[in-house]
């Protein structure tokens, strides 16, 4: 049993260790791991003050805003690991949401955005889903492009794709006399193969909705991408340190294009799942969204120093999000007070985790 | 890694064992949740101090979320206070103008009683498709084209009151800005649409010109916040750069200005100042400007002259009658009888034609002189 040998290691060399190290060895673990400990206590101390907060429902609706913005952060969660960012992400996902939302009205509606489209088959659900992740793929080729053959900061490069893409949305809000107003009446099929329960689990009276499934699927995937695959690897090589990686061989140029283009499709499969989740979608849609994404990413140990991260990490990062903003509205807190706090912890959590890089070298 | 899977074993197993003790059925009692669209909305906190204070009064517990202007963060919030035990839904609607948003709370409400309020849940063309549809629902809101005519005939008259004041190059016409704040929602389309109409109804019937776009390049002829936040800084900076161009010494300035709302009229008017109009001190000329609300900002400046006139929406009016609904609905009254008797109470609530569960709270004109 390797666990065991490991553990009993560890027990021997404790009792090797003097006073001073003794506590040094505490400290240290409790720090490393601060982020957990604090977390732990603030579940607890949410489930003393609302005991709803621990219910089946509540869990499985953890769960599910979890799966909601899962997506987003797995494609962010690439961007950062290069050193970079991405600020179109909200509008990418904005314009994903409001194109599908047109191609697959319900047929039969009043005011139809494209007139003449085919009828909402399984086959036309997958082809809007594979158009509207081509449209987001294609800006974050765009992105990917400029970082990387001009050497232009990510930031800078997705501020202006961000703009661009809202100038488009606002375009596209404005097709066959809709005006900018919202575009609803998305079709029931599908909704049913989206946002509708997969499955119900009885003994609770809770359903767990289709995209949860496509997010385990994503992250399988994305965990894949990142640790089995030489694209993976050569994105972890230009993130720590871009020249070595260049010198060893590795396409720099094309990495970058890559992980950003990746980034773009799946913004572009989050918009999906929000048009049917949400029912109708607006110009204003996704705005502010990749907010939420990077801070999940960098709570989740995905460092802005580059090279350093993990998919489990980011899936961590997206629950502590999710349990914050569900316990805080459990606990009943002003909603203005709400928003230092979510602040103050995002601050605090990245602290703590930036001291143990800082401490390693 | 070894320690962190550690880590996260514990949290695990320290939640799954609370969850299993605390877990129990909570006490059947009021508890209702009230959902904004945004805090940072003027009109809607004044709205949401009177309830505050309405149902702290009435002894119901309540709690306000804030739904930061995304459809998808108060969609999110009505599931998180749904499994968290609440038994009466207020909602002020983000995705305005959509019959599909209204539905997709109503679903995440699971039966629970939803009363929505100020923000039209049905489209135009798709009224009685949530209200009709659904048993346990409630709107509270404005009759949404009211304002929009009340405004416009205040302009109209103001106008011919005023015509050769108001029509500074004296060309016969009156150039005027619109500011619209939110391309998707009926209040702001209808007020758009009728602030201008019903004015140039009352011009013509007096024998004057209609009311001509200051920008004749502009075909939509209204200035969109493009946030569609209905906020103050979206006009100020349409009207800053607005006056770039146009200016009394160009003879084509802007001689009256249409805001959707107080906010926005108070941004044009801020802009308006730092060009060196509506300073409120007599020198300075005036141009007209117009909102909708009567927030106390707005009525100062009308009281400080710079501003010209707003129509009121009652914000203690609103949070009267939400208040007293929901205390029905809580003592089991069903939400049709309760919208019923509020209406009953006083003559600032009907009930709209063809509906049993709408309420209206009118609208009146405001330009200072009355109060």
């Known amino acids: ?361 | 890694m070894k320690k962190k899977i550690l880590a996260m074993i514990l949290v695990v197993a320290m939640v799954l064992s609370l969850g299993v003790v605390a877990y129990a059925e909570p006490a059947p009692e009021t508890k209702v949740a009230v959902f904004w669209y945004a805090f940072s909305d003027a009109y809607l906190s004044t709205v949401r101090a009177a309830l505050d204070a309405d149902l702290e009064a009435a002894g119901i517990a309540y709690q306000d979320f804030d739904g930061n202007n995304n459809m998808g963060t108060q969609l999110e919030q009505v599931q998180t206070a749904v499994t968290n035990g609440f038994t009466v839904l207020v909602v002020n609607l983000v995705t305005s103008g959509s019959s599909d948003a209204a539905q997709q709370i109503i679903e995440a409400a699971n039966g629970l009683p939803v009363i929505f309020f100020n923000r039209a849940v049905e489209g135009d063309g798709e009224e009685h498709t949530v209200l009709d549809a659904n048993p346990n629902i409630a709107f509270i809101g404005t009759d949404a084209p009211e304002a929009g005519h009340m405004q416009g005939k205040m302009i109209g008259d103001f106008l011919v009151a005023n015509y050769d004041a108001v029509d500074l190059n004296k060309d016969g016409q009156i150039s005027y800005a619109m500011f619209m704040g939110d391309a998707a929602n009926v209040e702001a389309i209808y007020r758009t649409q009728y602030g201008v109409e019903d004015a140039n109804a009352v011009l013509t019937a007096n024998g004057k010109p209609e009311l001509v776009y200051f920008d004749a390049n502009n075909s939509d002829k209204y200035q969109l916040d493009p946030n569609g936040a209905w906020s103050n800084a979206a006009a100020f900076d349409f009207m800053s750069v607005n006056l770039a161009g146009y200016s009394e010494a160009n003879g084509n300035m802007i001689e009256l200005v249409i805001a959707n709302n107080d906010d926005m009229a108070l941004g044009s008017i801020a802009a308006l100042q730092s060009a060196g109009y509506n300073l409120g001190d007599g020198s300075s000329t005036k141009i007209p400007v117009f909102g909708v609300d009567a927030t106390q900002p707005a009525q100062d400046a009308i009281a400080e002259d710079t501003m010209t006139g707003t129509v009121k929406q009652d914000a203690q009016g609103m949070a009267d009658a939400i208040c007293s609904t929901v205390y029905a609905v809580a003592e089991g009254t069903a939400i049709a009888d309760a919208v019923a008797t509020v209406a009953e109470s006083a003559d600032i609530f009907s009930i709209a034609e063809g509906f049993t569960n709408k309420l209206f709270v009118a609208y009146a004109p405001f330009t200072g002189a009355a109060e």
């Not at chain 1, 009205?105 to 009043?110: E, H, K, T, W």
């Not at chain 1, 609803?184 to 997969?198: D, L, M, R, T, W």
Request: net charge positive; aromatic share 12%; proline share 2%.
């Open chain 1, 1 to 361: 049993m390797p666990k065991t040998n490991y553990f009993k290691r560890k027990q021997e060399e404790y009792r090797a260790l003097d006073s001073l190290d003794r506590r040094r060895f505490w400290t240290n673990g409790l720090l490393n791991n601060a982020l957990y400990i604090l977390m732990a206590a603030f579940i607890i101390f949410t489930a003393i003050v609302n005991k709803n907060f621990l219910g089946p429902s509540s869990i499985v609706n953890i769960i599910t805003l979890a799966a909601v913005s899962l997506p987003m952060a797995l494609g962010i969660g690439g961007c950062i690991v290069l050193t970079g960012t991405d600020l179109s992400a909200g509008r990418v996902f904005g314009l994903a949401a409001g194109m599908t939302a047109a191609f697959l009205q319900n047929r039969a509606a009043s005011k139809l955005i494209f007139a003449k489209l085919p009828a909402t088959t399984g086959g036309w659900i997958i082809v809007v889903m594979l158009m509207v992740m081509l449209a987001g793929a294609v800006i974050g080729l765009v992105n990917g492009f400029f970082v990387a053959k001009f050497s232009l900061h990510p930031f800078i490069v997705t501020l202006a794709t961000q703009l661009i893409t809202y100038g488009i949305i606002l375009m596209f809000f404005q097709i066959n006399g809709n005006g900018g107003g919202p575009i609803s009446n998305v079709a029931k099929e599908f909704k049913n193969v989206v946002s509708g329960p997969a499955f119900k689990i009885e003994a609770w009276n809770v359903s767990i909705p289709w995209y949860v499934l496509f997010a385990v699927v994503l992250v399988v995937i994305m965990w894949f991408v990142w640790n089995k695959t030489r694209f993976g690897k050569n994105m972890f090589a230009v993130g720590s340190n871009t020249e070595a990686a260049r010198v060893s061989g590795v396409n720099v140029f094309l990495t970058t294009m890559l992980v950003h283009t990746l980034a773009g499709a799946l913004y572009g499969f989050s918009g999906f799942v929000e048009a049917a989740r949400l029912g109708s979608v607006t110009a204003a849609t996704g705005l502010n969204n990749e907010c939420d994404a990077i801070a999940a990413c960098v709570i989740g140990g995905v460092s802005f120093v580059g090279g350093t991260g993990n998919i489990g990490g980011i899936v961590l990062g997206v629950f502590v999000l999710r349990i914050i903003f569900v316990a805080l509205n459990m606990l009943g807190i002003n909603p203005n007070l709400q928003y230092i706090i979510k602040g103050a912890i995002i601050l605090a959590a990245c602290s703590l985790d930036m001291r143990k890089y800082l401490v390693r070298k």
